[in-house]
Each structure stands twice: as C-alpha cells, then as structure tokens.
Nanobody, 117 residues
Framework: QVQLVESGGGLVQAGGSLRLSCATS????????MGWYRQAPGKQRELVAI???????NYANSVKGRFTVSRDNAKNTVYLQMNSLKPEDTAVYYC???????????WGQGAQVTVSS
C-alpha cells in the first residue's frame, strides 16, 4: 500500500517560513522523481518544485529563490522549505511521486498553507 503523508502546513505571516515534509511508504523512493504542487481556491493545480533521483531540482518561476526542495532517501522523505512567504503562496500543497515505468504517479492528501498579509 502506497502512502504519501504531508505535514508541516499551517498559518504564517507574510515574510515567514514553513517547512513541509512528505513521508512516503510503499514505493521505491530513491528512484522516483518527487514533486510539490499547489492548488489555490478557484485555480488549477500547479507545479511548485521537483527533485529527481539524482537531486536535480526545478522550480516554478514564482518560487525561485524562496523555496528549496530536498530529499532524504534514507528516510523516504521529501521536503519543501518555504521562505519569504507571500499571501499569494496560500494554497493546498500536494506531494507527488512521479510515474515510473508502468507504475502510476501517487499523491498525498494535501497540506494547507495560509499566508496572512
């Protein structure tokens, strides 16, 4: 059974920081590209950041320089460090384990991040 469990969301003032974690089980974590997506009310889900098995990263332009994605293969966990948060970062943040061969992608349940102005 595959599980992706996000934690670390919450309410923070603009300019503050939060760190999201996504603990996984049931997948071979070390060979999966992992991603963070977000969905704000009334908007489509969008990619925030991805990290490949080799730790290559890529970010949405809107978060470059403020967010950092990292992974710990020993703990089967991916992180998203979010600094200098803005009200427009308010969204539900989802962890994603990318598709691999014939294995489908998997999603976490989401973590609410609210940034107050």
């Amino acid at each position: 059974q595959v599980q992706l469990v996000e934690s670390g969301g919450g309410l923070v003032q603009a300019g503050g920081s939060l760190r999201l974690s996504c603990a996984t089980s049931g997948i071979i974590f070390s060979i999966r590209t992992m991603g963070w997506y977000r969905q704000a009310p009334g908007k489509q889900r969008e990619l925030v950041a991805i990290i490949t098995p080799g730790a290559t990263t890529n970010y949405a332009n809107s978060v470059k320089g403020r967010f950092t994605v990292s992974r710990d293969n020993a703990k089967n966990t991916v992180y998203l460090q979010m600094n200098s948060l803005k009200p427009e970062d308010t969204a539900v943040y989802y962890c994603n384990a990318g598709a691999l061969g014939t294995s489908r992608p998997y999603w976490g349940q989401g973590a609410q991040v609210t940034v107050s102005s």
